[in-house]
């Protein structure tokens, strides 16, 4: 395993931080773009392989620097083979999840943006083993790295929807975001990258002013705050008129459609009554509903909605013109829910 010294994550430093980083080594800034091609592009994992390089830069840089690498410990497919999910370990030993979903219109991969998570949702995996360390640029960007290297296939999307709250890691999450979109890099499309969150208000606020057109995505999962407050403590924080009211300022800046995730949990948010109170709270917004049947995990005793109960309540959003679609599930039979392989491991490992 590598033992990470007091060096430079290399793999987080954007073209102008790169020269300035080269300058200040004595180097030419030239080499910046060349470097980052290595990195980003090519995705190499060791200085030595960066050849276009004098051999006494690539040992300069190896003694300066560090390139980001984390280390696969497991990878499980799904039956048809259109999910895989990916253990990965980090420098530090502690390990992450990454899902890879191959869909019709290419392959989409949903990240992890911190290790653990602080934010306490009582029907997610993520929550349970609390929080342990925000990841780096370098972290969010190498689990899309490491699976097109080991896939050989090029990812297209990318969905911040893996353990942790992404605006809790707000500077580096942005970082990561415009290391990803650089036309210098792997080129994402901005259009492309999800974003999602339990409704850090102040947050998505900030996102708004980044000049990004990313698709936010809120956790809102309940049609008023007593519901939502069952299910997310953070909703005591901040209330859920807030938090729409911070997503329609995000469609006044960026234009971009917001998505309400809403995953549907037998007797507690899935009634009639609260598609008609939902109906009621987001007509007239620019809005998507993604209705997720509630993944059940073994630790709390939450059921998931029937589907005729789902489908009602689809059809109760449309009648007041709602987009909404279901959202299918996907490699249920490898725990690909939001941190359930992660967690299956540690439980495991920690015997
Ligand atoms: N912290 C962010 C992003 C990570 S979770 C957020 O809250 O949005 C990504 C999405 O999966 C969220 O909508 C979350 O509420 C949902 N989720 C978590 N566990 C789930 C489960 N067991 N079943 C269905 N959805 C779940």
């Known amino acids: 395993m590598c033992v990470k010294m007091n060096k430079i994550d290399i793999k987080s430093l954007n073209i102008e931080e790169m020269k300035d980083f080269l300058v200040k080594q004595g180097d030419r800034p030239f080499r910046a773009k060349q470097i980052y091609e290595w990195l980003h592009v090519k995705l190499v994992s060791d200085f030595g392989d960066m050849t276009n390089l004098s051999k006494q830069l690539r040992e300069h840089l190896k003694e300066i620097g560090e390139i980001t690498n984390l280390y696969l410990v497991d990878k499980l497919e799904s039956k048809g083979g259109e999910t895989s999910k990916f253990l990965f ?16 219109h290419g392959n989409s991969v949903c990240i992890s943006s911190q290790v653990g998570c602080k934010m306490g949702c009582k029907f997610c995996a ?32 990318v969905v911040v929807m893996g353990t942790g709250e992404p605006l809790d890691n707000y500077d580096n999450l942005v970082k990561f975001i415009r290391l990803l979109t650089d036309e210098n890099g792997l080129n994402i499309s901005q259009r492309n990258i999800t ?20 698709t936010l995505a809120l956790s809102l999962h309940a049609p008023n705050d007593r519901v939502r407050r069952q299910l997310m403590p953070v909703a005591e924080r901040y209330d859920m008129e807030s938090a729409i009211k911070a997503c329609e300022f ?95 491991y540690m439980d495991k490992t920690s015997d």
């Not at 370990?89 to 019709?104: A, F, P, Q, T």
């Not at 208000?201 to 000049?211: Q, R, S």
């Not at 997720?292 to 998931?304: D, G, H, S, T």
Request: proline share 2%; net charge neutral; aromatic share 6%.
């Open 195 to 214: 974003v999602s969150t339990c409704g850090l208000e102040d947050k998505i606020k900030d996102l708004a002013e980044e000049d990004l057109q990313i």
């Open 89 to 104: 370990r980090l420098w530090d030993g502690k390990i992450l999840e990454s899902v890879l979903m191959k869909y019709h």
């Open 250 to 344: 995000y469609y006044e800046k960026t234009g971009r459609r917001i998505t309400f995730e809403y995953s549907m949990v037998e007797g507690v948010n899935d009634l009639p009554e609260h598609a008609l109170e939902l109906a009621g709270r987001v007509r007239g917004l620019n809005c998507h509903i993604n209705l997720i049947p509630v993944n059940p995990i073994k630790e709390r005793n939450y059921r998931q909605s029937e589907m005729k109960n789902i489908l009602n309540f689809k059809n109760i959003l449309e009648k007041y013109r709602i987009n909404v679609t279901i959202r299918r599930e996907m490699g249920t039979d490898i725990d690909a829910a939001c941190g359930q392989l992660r967690k299956s």
């Open 126 to 157: 993520s929550a349970i083993g609390g929080f342990e360390r925000n990841l780096s640029p370098s972290e969010m960007l190498d689990q899309i790295y490491q699976i097109q290297r080991i896939t050989g296939e090029r990812v297209s999307n």
